[in-house]
């Protein structure tokens, strides 16, 4: 029985990234595959990500990046009835990314809806993908709790996180009835054992380059 759904971003999530290792390490969660991790389209990735939530029913959502911006666009759709919760973990910032490439601006416009789940937003102090103060924004708007990670990177494999022991402590307190604000903030900085230090991307702002290692 799946009660955990991972939803990549933009390229997918590479083999080391926490999502893929919860995957493995955890039979009761899966991951979202879409058809085209190089271009996103709103509407083909969320009508994949809706047949996984017709599929299992009662999951929470364990979105990265452009994942937690589509998990926001469910917000007015039906579908949302079927997800239990949310964990979204370093959103990515849209409109930085669509004046980049127009590619990304099919994701704009899902700030403003609350949304119809109970949800955390994690984020980091220097994430070269998302001001802290605008992803307190996002968590505002939708009704989400917020958790600081503290100068985390993206939270992905170039800012040290592999394995990410409270990426499920979090994901159950989402779950669960009581606040999503009582899970562990601080233990989840890069530095963990479990978290080898990597080399971050010399040019997180080499748009190309930067955006496969960073928004992986």
Known sequence: MIRTLLVPG??????????????????????????DWHRPHLSE???????????????????????????????????????????????????????????????????????????TVVASRNDPFMTFARAKRHAEAWGSALVDLGPAGHINVASGFGQWPDGPILADGVRSTRPCSSAPRAASSPSHPHQPRLPRPTNPWTFRAGLADAAE
């Open 10 to 35: 933009y390229r997918g999530s590479e083999p080391e990234h926490w999502q893929r290792l919860w995957a493995i390490d955890d039979p009761e969660a899966g991951v979202v595959e879409q058809d």
């Open 45 to 119: 990735w969320l009508h994949r990500l809706e047949s996984y939530l017709v599929a299992t029913p009662g999951v929470v959502l364990v979105a990265h990046s452009l994942g937690c911006i589509l998990v926001a666009h469910l917000a007015q759709r039906p579908a949302a009835a079927h997800v239990a919760g949310a964990l979204l973990v370093a959103p990515a910032d849209v409109d930085f990314l669509a004046k980049h490439d127009r590619l990304f601006g099919e994701f704009d416009g899902a700030l403003d809806h609350p949304l119809p789940f109970r949800s």
